[in-house]
């Protein structure tokens, strides 16, 4: 029995009861389950609506025709924690089959059938006088978390601080972009822990911005539904709050970036992003035009100091070089790809960067590529002479470019990991080996190329000397 059951009847206490006129018709092996709330509801899909330790009563009206139907939902409603379901004798066409009764008998699942002049208020009763001491430990947490509320600092020590008092993970996320506002931090000591099952259930949230809630709770301690409406309540505050900000600043850089590049005056964009900016470099980003709304706000919630925007042709991310990384993983979060200007440190170049950016944008959509950096000399080197593409694949691959059965396998290695946009999945289908022998092999490249195939710079150099020799082949002069 855990601390929010308190003195709550079991189920088969509740059916003894005589004034209730009640029979169990199946699951009675389950009888001993304790029931925490009585809840009335003839929604379809009843089980969303119900927390752990309720039970479902109605007169059939949310229960399927179909068998297979009905195996389902005695399943769901099961699997969601509640104790059991009691059914009115009010709907005469409600037809029970054979396999519903024998899915609640496998689980233990109580079935039950009242009498039609038994009021559901009158169950209602029973449970709720039962339970007072139930309702008393949520009053308390319900004071808990208004109290929670008001003395958190931000929203990530709200988030945080709600996990903790409820025992819950949760998320939100904003529907229209499909990007995370808020989630509590992983809980590793649940993970030592281990074997606790989480449950997972969505809730749509009616706050002015649309989102949606996602609650993990533990199996055995789900949260009641008394507590679920005041926690959407506070998440729904506190999502509103966070959109309206991220909107306003959203549109404050796309104010300061459009400043920047149209009228060539930088004090806006300096006054958001700081001195760091010029003092460190600043790459900009080109993206699909129609994403950049969604990228402002994204950006905006997750705290990135950044200038979002457009031109007309592109969506555009004017990114300090220490948020770049950042920025980066946000962009295949939302799987948008982007092409890369190179670094500059003067905001007179910011329209340069932009030419350089939506030039390695083009590359990256003919590529399928999801990210795409501007290497204009490089790649005009192999543009223009093959003496000097060889020349980049002998300093860039080293032994990789010898003519022999080894060095071959590693470089298909290291091509096909390329060609794959790093993916480690499609890599090693492609190549027909495990992925711990895609790893060794290019632990292998790394140490023979004296190359980091995580460095973006080391990466680039790779890249091009792989499109050298895609180009030009082995030096027939070295072969033999």
Known sequence: MNAMEGESLTLGELVAIDTLRSEVIAGARGLDRRVVWAHSCELDDPWLWLAPGELLMT???????????????????????????MLGERNTRLSLSEEMLAEADRRGFP?????????????????????????????????????LTAASEN???????????LRIQLEVTEDQGGFAILRSSHDRRAEEKGALEVRVRAHRLTSRH???????????????????????????????????????????AEAALEQLLVEERGAAASGILGKAALRHGYRVLAFAETEAPRIGKACAVRGLPVLVGRNGEAGLILAPAGVLDRVRDLLAELSVAAGASSVVKGWGDARGAVSEAMSALVDAQSSRSAWVEFEGARVAVLARSEREAREIIREVLGPLAEDNARA????????????????????SAELGIHRQTLAYRLRKVEALTARTISRTEDLAALWIAAQAWERFGPDSRSAG
């Open 408 to 427: 071959a396998m590693l470089r298909e290695t290291l091509f096909t990991y390329l060609r794959h946009e790093r993916s480690w999945a499609e890599s």
């Open 210 to 252: 649309a989102a949606t809630l996602e609650i993990g709770e533990l199996s055995h301690d789900g949260l009641s539904a008394m507590v679920l409406v005041h926690l959407k309540r506070v998440i729904e505050v506190e999502a509103d709050r966070i959109l309206f900000r991220a909107s306003a600043q959203a549109e404050e």
């Open 155 to 165: 929203a990530q020590e709200l988030a945080d601080g709600i996990a903790r008092l």
């Open 111 to 147: 079935l039950m059938r009242t009498q039609h002049q038994v009021p559901w208020s009158a169950v209602a009763r029973h449970v709720a006088a039962a339970s007072s001491s139930s309702q008393a430990s949520q009053v308390l947490t319900l004071a808990k978390l208004y109290e």
């Open 59 to 85: 007169i059939g009206f949310c229960v399927p025709r179909e068998p297979e139907a009905q195996v389902r939902f005695v399943r769901e409603l099961d699997e969601a924690g509640v104790v059991g379901a």
